[in-house]
């Protein structure tokens, strides 16, 4: 199948009638078309199609069908139906009334050519850079960004499961390649063991019992891996992905003692989260905490628009693992922001997407991080009256700390934290902070001097300065605009099934979120031609009742 790019053509005229005397008042899918064309062309896709070779189904059109798709919540079936029987569709589409469609398998190879392309991101650039040329959508604005959980496609096993059901996907691979290989080294109670789905049988009672079945299991994924790995296995039957994954898991779960017994690590033992899987289904599913919520799948990061004067749009989607945490995605959305020509002039984030650091680098990227910065936590700052490390002035030249009674430092220790950052630890000289009649709003010890720990780098002052802008209202007002991205989060959620990933894998998730995206956006631009205004956060009948 070979890619010929061709312009958009209007729509076929009888097509056309029957849609405008259907939908009088127009619909969704109507005024895409209308007023925004086709949303897509195909040169946006002429690298993932070869050159040569029998002429395809319109990309534009599979892209457009696919946004449509992610906008209703329909699956591949059906929205393959809603080509071939709907008249909106095929108005958006440009097809003809009689117009058959196509079979419902395109739009997952469609997909799978987006995701072998690293192309996902498409679906949601084309449609930026039309609404960049309509000047709906411009750099240098405000952007707000928020993150959610998304539960992997795959069953929630226990560790006893995952690792029967890695075994068994493995002999079904292997059975699938080299049927008469593993006849010749499966043991008599293998096909007891491993026939059925593991959370089908019914597990030993009790964690000895368990840990001995664990071993059982052990044991026989080592035999069946020592097999893989001899000379008379099949070749190239263990550069299979799924004995890679069963030798992984193996690697991670068991080890073998010094008289070549195979036994269950301890928990403690067990690599961290970002090495190690659950399944192997999705191995690319990590497990996540977010206060009290844990799951196992992903997180979709969503980056929206929200000036007053134009429509609030979705701009960049990010999807990571669980375990990534939010403040390791600031820096990689701005610069993505930045390479699409869109990067904002205030990016809006909570507590989870900010440090001083990362202000500091904002600033150099013109581009100002608001949000609340962690609290200190210390003693001195919960206590009216002490003197917490905001109270020091820092002479960073002269390497001099200056408490508030007017005492200097005796030592400048220069170094870096647990996370690399650098920092200046200081103390005071003993005798002096042991006569001062301060010293009960300054330190707790009977006898040691007092110590303090400062950011270097500039980011000491970032701190200081941004936690005093906090606390006045034109930074609460405007931090306040942050809040609309919980709306964005709760329209995806509902609209097309964000926490749950339709597919496998980390990049076809992605795909799923920047589709949804560009179908929220599709969304939001029809609202705002027939000039709906925006939502208003809600608030029970109770709450409005507070005193002003």
């Known amino acids: 199948m070979c890619l010929k790019p061709e312009p958009i053509g209007p729509v076929p005229e009888r097509t056309a009638q029957v849609a405008k005397a259907a939908f009088p008042k127009g619909n969704t899918a109507l005024r895409v078309r209308d ?32 946004v449509l798709q992610f906008a209703e919540g329909l699956s591949d079936r059906q929205a393959a139906e809603a080509v071939r029987g709907r008249i909106d ?65 795959v069953r929630a096993l226990n560790r006893l499961e995952s690792l029967g059901e890695t075994l068994r996907a493995a002999l ?33 009672r009790g964690e000895m019992a368990r840990r001995d079945f664990a071993a059982v299991i052990g044991a026989d994924g080592h035999r069946l891996l020592d097999a893989l790995w001899a000379d008379t296995a099949p070749a190239g039957l263990n550069r299979v992905p799924t004995m890679e994954i ?60 929200c000036d007053e004067d134009q429509p609030h749009v979705i701009v960049h989607v990010a999807t990571t693992p669980a375990n990534v945490a939010d403040v390791a995605m600031t820096t990689a959305i701005q610069d993505a922001t930045v390479v699409t020509g869109l990067a904002p002039a205030v990016h809006l984030v ?28 210390s003693w001195q700052a919960r206590t009216d009256g002490a003197y917490d490390v905001s109270a020091f002035n820092v002479d960073w030249e002269a390497h001099t700390v200056t408490c508030p009674q007017g005492h200097r430092n005796a030592d400048w220790n220069p170094s870096r934290d647990l996370w690399g950052t650098e920092v200046v630890h200081v103390s005071f000289p003993g005798p002096t902070c042991r006569a001062c009649a301060e010293r009960a709003r300054c330190t707790r010890s009977k006898t040691a001097p007092r110590e303090v720990t400062l950011r270097a ?23 306040g605009k942050r809040a609309g991205i919980e709306g964005c989060l709760a329209q995806t959620i509902r609209l097309a099934g964000l926490r749950r990933a339709r597919y496998i894998g980390l990049a076809k998730t992605h795909l799923q979120h920047v589709a949804t995206a560009a179908a ?25 009742l507070r005193p002003a």
Do not use: M
């Open 457 to 479: 780098g500039g980011r000491h002052e970032i701190i200081k300065d941004h936690r005093q802008r906090e606390q006045t209202g034109e930074w609460q007002a405007l931090y």
């Open 35 to 66: 007023d925004l064309g086709g949303l897509f062309e195909d040169s946006a896709f002429a690298e993932l199609f070869p050159s040569r070779g029998q002429p395809g189904l319109a990309p534009w059109r599979l892209a457009l069908v696919t």
């Open 172 to 204: 079904n691979a292997a059975a699938t390649a080299a049927p008469d290989w593993v006849t010749s080294i499966a043991a008599p109670e293998w096909y007891e063991r491993y026939a059925k789905r593991f959370e089908q049988y019914r597990l030993p």
């Open 520 to 544: 929220i956006n599709v969304v939001r631009l029809d609202a705002w031609f027939r000039d709906v205004p925006f939502a208003r956060t809600r608030i029970s009948r109770f709450a409005t």
């Open 89 to 153: 569709w095929k108005y958006a589409l440009g097809l003809e009334l009689e117009d058959a469609g196509f079979d419902f398998s395109v739009l997952s190879e469609f997909r799978s050519r987006l995701v072998t392309g690293a192309a996902e991101s498409l679906l949601l650039d084309a449609l930026l850079g039309r609404l960049r040329a309509r000047g709906l959508v411009r750099p240098r604005g405000r952007q707000r960004t928020d993150s959610t959980h998304v539960l992997a496609s």
């Open 350 to 377: 909570d507590g989870g997407y900010i440090d001083a650091g990362l202000v500091l680098a904002g600033r150099k990227a013109g581009i100002e991080l608001v949000g609340p910065l962690r609290p200190n936590v």
């Open 246 to 305: 069963l030798r992984r898991a193996w690697v991670h779960h068991f080890y073998r003692d010094c008289d070549g017994r195979v036994a269950l690590r301890d928990r403690t033992e067990l690599p961290p989260v970002t090495h190690r899987f659950d399944g192997p289904y999705d191995t690319e599913a990590r497990f996540g905490n977010k206060r009290s919520l844990t799951w196992s799948g992903y997180k979709a990061h969503l980056t929206e628009t």
